[in-house]
């Protein structure tokens, strides 16, 4: 079997994920977002991906990244349920390897009150290895993973580099804190 050329291949995603947005008129909506996601199913079946984002890792680096600070790619591993949080960018994800439930949330205040928020859910859908998500721009760039037992392995490409300070939710309390996913990503810990 021929070798993939996988660093070709995540380039002319790239690239295409470019094309995808301009052929919606620049817009990132369910349709473009749904598109790229599509797009990037074929490289979230690799069976190497696991053994090619160790070795990005090891370098310092992620799968991919513009070097303008644009689109990224990398494979994120989710142990436990995640806090509702935001992520700075919008992205787009496909499952690698594990089962979910991925919950997709939108703001409905007008985000003038420091700490507090109300969040509307948009989309509660149950992932599984082949299956897509995404989220949209600041301010709505909100969701929550809640994974199997073992955890969920995604690829996921984001348009620009993470934020590293991001909104966390409580969604009893309509408000949110800002804080470093190291200390707030996992807050059954
Ligand atoms: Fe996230």
Redesign the pocket.
Known sequence: MPEIDTDGAIRAFISDAHSIVAQHGGQVNDASLADIAHRMKEISRWKNLEALADAARERGERLYSEPDGGFQLMLAHFPAT?AV?T?GAWGVMAAHQGKEWYRQYVREDDGSAEGEARLKLVREVRIEPGDIGWWYSPPDDI?Q?VPDEGGASELIMMSEPPASERLYFDLDHHTYIRDTPAARHYPAR
């Open positions: 995640t949080h992520h969701h993973q």
